[in-house]
């Protein structure tokens, strides 16, 4: 997330009906603002949302959260390079990585088994999300999902994603007033945005409730029956760091689907894997990436557009297998 500063210029628009929810464009006053809210609640109760959830979920709620607004309307004005991102990211989580994937081997061998996902790619996934839990989401999901629709920006995903929040609330996995997220809506540990969560969120313990706030076994269970669900192929990598012969021109700075070779192949043009590690399958089939401004150059296989399923910046998919590798390179 950025959290670079700007002003906000709120700008008074016609009444904008999106398909079948004539939710308004957001208009400036606080009084306009209420009687959106209005039209929202009598949507979420057509929805089957009861009164005692809807009343619960926007106690105390007046007014759009403005820093919600601020940081959605912030867009960087350069990409971040990779290198950048790795660095501020992989090398603090990796010691506290290994040290919790020792802590909870049972439980993340229970888990892999059952959804046919790395322990490690679980443990990345979680320390790049969250930094393993540590990173609390302080804002009110409902709050901030109806501040998003409200802005309009993107209006009609937002509006779908408060109705989804509204249906997590009236089945009761967790009570509206513990349920934070960060400052676009995306709940848990996992940081699921509410469709996902009602679409792949578990309730590994068995308890009635899918809690992926506090509960680390639906956290895990979660985010493992997400990749599952999303194609995981069990038993093979997701990326290789290599070094490439000198005067290598081949190499795309996006995932080239044209240029899918064996690793045996790679091999013959020269390509090897950092460390002198081997290339353990050279049957498999592999893109060769180098993101701009990086000297590094990575092999990524069909795992790599799950975790881009996940989130669609290369840099946080690369970042997610090299992580992964680090905690525990063998389970790759």
Same mark, same amino acid.
């Given at each position: 997330?950025?959290?670079?500063l700007?002003?906000?210029?709120f ?5 904008? #009906?999106?398909?079948e929810?004539?939710?308004?464009? #957001? ?8 009687? =959106? ?18 009343? $619960?979920? !926007?106690?105390?709620f *007046? ?16 990409? &971040?390079?990779?290198? &950048? ?7 603090? +989580?990796t ?6 994937? $020792?802590?909870?081997?049972?439980? +993340?061998?229970?888990?892999? $088994?059952? /959804?046919?996902?790395?322990? #490690? ?23 901030a +999902? ?6 309009? *920006? *993107?209006?009609?995903?937002? &509006? ?21 997220g ?13 469709s ?10 068995? @308890? ?15 985010m493992?029956?997400?990749?599952? @669900?999303?194609?995981w $192929? ?5 990326? /290789? ?5 000198d005067?290598?021109l081949?190499?795309?700075?996006t ?7 064996s690793?045996?192949? =790679? ?11 081997? !290339? ?9 990436v180098?993101?701009?401004?990086t000297?590094? #150059? ?13 989130? *669609? ?5 690369l ?14």
């Amino acid at each position: 997330m950025y959290h670079l500063l700007f002003f906000l210029v709120f700008i008074i628009v016609s009444p904008l #009906a999106v398909g079948e929810n004539a939710i308004n464009h #957001a208009p400036s006053s606080p009084h306009a603002f209420l009687e =959106w809210l209005e039209t929202i609640k009598k949507k979420a109760q057509e929805k089957g949302i009861s009164k005692k959830t809807l009343q $619960k979920a !926007f106690h105390n709620f *007046r007014s759009p959260l403005e820093n919600v607004i601020k940081t959605d309307r912030n867009q960087p004005e350069f990409i &971040t390079t990779f290198d &950048t991102y790795y660095e501020k990211r992989v090398p603090g +989580l990796t010691p506290k990585g290994q040290k919790l994937m $020792k802590k909870h081997q049972g439980l +993340l061998r229970k888990i892999s $088994k059952k /959804y046919g996902v790395p322990p #490690a790619i679980m443990m990345a996934l979680w320390g790049m999300e969250t930094h393993y839990g540590k990173l609390a989401c302080k804002i009110p999901a409902v709050h901030a +999902l109806a501040t998003l629709a409200y802005d309009g *920006r *993107r209006m009609e995903f937002f &509006t779908q994603e408060l109705f989804h929040a509204l249906h997590i609330l009236e089945e009761k996995h967790i009570e509206p007033h513990k349920m934070m997220g960060s400052w676009a809506g995306a709940i848990g540990q996992c940081q699921f945005m509410p469709s996902t969560f009602r679409n792949h969120a578990v309730d590994e313990t068995g @308890k009635g409730r899918k809690d992926i706030w506090h509960t680390l076994p639906d956290v895990l269970g979660s985010m493992a029956n997400y990749l599952k @669900k999303s194609g995981w $192929k069990t038993h093979e990598p997701c990326v /290789y760091e290599v070094i490439l012969p000198d005067n290598f021109l081949n190499c795309s700075e996006t995932i080239n689907e044209n240029e899918v070779k064996s690793l045996e192949e =790679w091999q013959k043009l020269g390509v090897e894997r950092k460390n002198k590690a081997p !290339f353990l399958n050279p049957a498999l089939k592999a893109s060769l990436v180098r993101p701009k401004k990086t000297t590094r #150059a990575f092999l990524v296989f069909e795992n790599i557009h799950v975790i881009l399923k996940w989130n *669609r910046s290369l840099n946080f998919a690369l970042s997610v297998g090299l992580l992964a590798n680090n905690i525990h390179s063998s389970e790759l």
